[in-house]
């Protein structure tokens, strides 16, 4: 596999270690080597050898670009690139903040906010605990349910090739947007779909309808009018789309 990625080894050597990275071999595995970065896929089920990799890493000062949980998730748009502290609705995200709290004990190593550090890929979509069948009937289950481990990946390498040819790449993270904000702005949204409801009836002259039609929604003159068909949550998506 080594020779496919690249014959010359001029150019690229590959040295491949059959060794699964545990705390009890951490030392080993780290090192003896110049590491210029890690690259973290260590699952969810196995959060311990996580933070011990994450707290190595942060002490020798080696770069690390990790992945979390997509246990449950399905929509590779909600994907995001971020430091530790960002990351929101990751319950592995979570744990490790935790943890790490009460082994990196020195304050001046900052590395929670530091994406040059400690780069997350992680998804914000809301993990659903849906059955299989209930996913059908909501049109959410996926031809493969694979994808978002294999897009994860993609993202992943991504930023570690862009970073070793000199051409890296940094999103901006904005700050998390609060429940007030959100709660506020859904109901901006919902006041001007009543405004446009009203304006688009009274040029048109359609007939008025009762609350429960209200309700369904209908199409005037070429515009949909009717409830907002997003929540609060939405709200966040659509500004977590906006500030990536």
Known sequence: MCEELCPDPNYLIVEGIMQKYTQDNAEELLDGHNWDMVIDTIG?????????????????????????????????????????????????????????????????????????QLTIVYSSERTTNESEEEKKENNMLLPLTGIMTAVMGQTLASIALCELGNKPFTPITGDRVGRVIRKRMLRHLQIREVKIRESVELATSAKPVDEEEKLQGRILNGTWVGPVRIDSDDVEYLLDVWRN
């Open 44 to 116: 969810d089920n196995d959060v311990p050898s996580k933070v011990c990799l994450f707290a190595q890493c942060i002490r020798k000062g080696i770069r690390v670009v990790s992945a979390m949980s997509v246990e449950g998730k399905f929509d590779t748009t909600r994907l995001r690139i971020c430091d530790l502290k960002t990351a929101s609705r990751d319950p592995t995200a979570s744990k490790i903040r935790q943890s790490l709290k009460g082994i990196i004990t020195n304050k001046s190593i900052k590395y929670a906010d530091n994406t040059e």
